[in-house]
Structures are given as structure tokens and as C-alpha cells.
């Protein structure tokens, strides 16, 4: 007989696999900021969403980001710039110098507009 928890993972509807990886981003929000507002919560579980296909524990990607984003290391606007990659690699490397750098000309127009 086929180990019950493999077969359990196979038969399992579509809908109960993408409430999984949406339990474990939140998981990962709250386990680093238990007191985090609800309106910070959705938009960082919004932010590691984007990693989707990446092969990185959607957990990882979430407790990455909330601490990284909490400690003041990333900044709300830069987060919102990030695709998928970008912030799977940060998370997995465990280094925000994966993640793509500021165009020259995103640079000038922050500059233009202070």
C-alpha cells in the first residue's frame, strides 16, 4: 500500500493545495510579527505570492520578507518592484543582494520627484 500521506497529497482537490501555500505565507508573516495590522499582513502576503512556481517554501519567502521588511532593510516601494525571482533568490540566499538593483533611471526619477 502507498504511504498514506503520499496518497493523500496526490488525491488532494487544487483548491486545499493553494490554501496550503496561502497557510504557510501567513504562517510565516505572524510567526515574525504576531501584531502585524491585517492591511500589512495582506500586503506582504501579496509581495510573496508573486513567488508562485519558485522552488522555495512559500514559509521561507514570508518570514523573509516580514523580517527583512520589519527590521527596515526593504522598504514597502521596493518590495512592490520585485517579481517572483527576485524575491525567491533573496529569501533563498538569505541575502538582499539577490534581489535586482534600482534602475538608473527609477533612481533619477525618485530624485526628480523629491
Do not use: R, W
Request: charge should be negative.
Amino acid at each position: 500500500m502507498e504511504n498514506k500521506i503520499l496518497y493523500a497529497f496526490k488525491t488532494m482537490p487544487e483548491f486545499h493545495k493553494e490554501n496550503l501555500e496561502s497557510y504557510l505565507i501567513y504562517q510565516g508573516i505572524f510567526s515574525v510579527f504576531p501584531s502585524i495590522s491585517d492591511e500589512e499582513a495582506e500586503f506582504l502576503y501579496n509581495i510573496c505570492y508573486k513567488t508562485g512556481n519558485e522552488n522555495v517554501n512559500p514559509f521561507t519567502i514570508s518570514h523573509y520578507i516580514t523580517d527583512e521588511y520589519t527590521k527596515g532593510n526593504i522598504s514597502k516601494e521596493e518590495l512592490k518592484k520585485l517579481n517572483g525571482y527576485d524575491i525567491s533568490s533573496a529569501a533563498f540566499y538569505d541575502d538582499l543582494n539577490y534581489l535586482s538593483p534600482i534602475s538608473e533611471k527609477e533612481i533619477s526619477e525618485e530624485i526628480e520627484a523629491y
